[in-house]
């Protein structure tokens, strides 16, 4: 009998072994050949730049396939279903995370079919308004919405999205009412704060600085919990009087779960070193994002924070799926 156990010990062990050192060629083998990294809605710029670097590192080519409809519903199942081997990763922004808070009828679970390779870049709404606008600043605007109740209102890039629950959350917490006015895309409702159509608007960095810079419009504020390198002289939400006030947009990297762990910390450790690098800060700053490069655990912790927060909003604001 125990010679029995001691059998089964044996084979348990090198089963084991086997299998670490299966996982650890792979890891040294990966990659040999393309990898494809799927874009939900948003730009594609971070995929790019780490795609490039990718090739320049490890000689395969890295193809970046945009498939934005659904809101990132389509990327995503495409992703969770892909073999997790480390050829087919997604870029995630918080459109994910808001879709696993918003919607409980996904084709995936967000959590449980991608697993974290790297928070690569955060990216703050500016909070902004018509440089002729008698707001002046965040106070302004907050004193006119409680002095006209449901007067005032605010557009955003569509039900549901970052700038929508940015403005959710600074009503919450003002105890405003003001009215959301969902466009398709941040184009269109940009067009329209900068016409006057609308009062302010949560305009994503990289689409609001060019604006602001450009004097087309005032920013009152930024969403983010620290100020903005490219608008430093701009106060956070929070430093206005608001300290719980948090929303960054975001982007980052996940792959299909029971992806190798050694494949994940391969890819991570290189999206790190192209996101410490001089270059690779340099062209994240100019596309307006604020460079990362997270652990795959700060990751993971970001991602269920976003979700909560996410969560939140909804449930008190009752915002729905379209």
């Known amino acids: 009998m125990k010679r029995l156990l001691g059998s089964r010990v044996c084979v348990a062990l090198c089963t084991a072994l086997g299998l670490a050192f299966a996982g650890s060629a792979g890891a040294q083998e990966y990659p040999d050949k393309p990898i494809r990294i799927i874009v939900g809605p948003g730009p594609d710029a971070l995929a790019r730049l780490v795609g490039q670097k990718f090739t320049e590192a490890w000689g395969q080519a890295v193809i970046v396939d945009q498939r934005p409809a659904a809101g990132g519903i389509v990327a995503a199942e495409a992703v969770a279903k892909a073999a997790p081997d480390g050829y087919t ?18 084709p995936y679970d967000f959590l449980r079919d ?20 008698p707001y002046r600043s965040l106070k302004d605007l907050v004193d006119a919405a409680r002095a006209q109740p449901g007067k005032l209102n605010y557009a955003s890039a569509g039900n549901g999205t970052p ?18 006015v969902p466009y398709k895309g941040v184009a269109p409702a940009i067009t329209d704060l900068i016409g006057g159509q609308v009062q302010a608007m949560f305009a994503v960095a990289p689409s609001g600085l060019p604006q602001v810079k450009g004097g087309k419009l005032r920013a009152l504020a930024v969403s983010s919990p620290k100020r903005y390198s490219q608008l430093p002289e701009v106060p956070t939400v929070a430093e206005m009087g608001y300290p719980d006030f948090q ?9 299909p779960a029971k992806t190798p762990p050694a494949i994940i910390h391969k890819l991570n450790a290189e999206i790190a070193k192209v996101l410490k690098s001089k270059d690779g800060q340099e062209k994240a700053l100019a596309a307006g994002f604020e460079p990362v490069g997270s652990t795959v655990e700060e990751f993971d912790a970001f991602q269920k924070a976003d979700i909560a927060r996410s969560a939140a909003v909804i449930k008190a604001a009752s915002i729905k799926a379209d």
């Open 89 to 106: 990763l997604l870029l995630t922004t918080g459109s994910f995370t808001i879709n696993t808070a918003l919607n409980a009828k996904l």
């Open 114 to 133: 991608l697993t974290p390779v790297s928070l690569m870049a955060t990216i703050p709404f500016i909070l902004s308004v018509r440089p002729d606008s």
């Open 163 to 180: 700038p929508h629950l940015a403005g959710e959350m600074l009503k919450q917490m003002a105890k405003i009412d003001m009215v959301h």
């Open 247 to 255: 929303v960054v947009g975001w982007n980052g990297l996940h792959a």
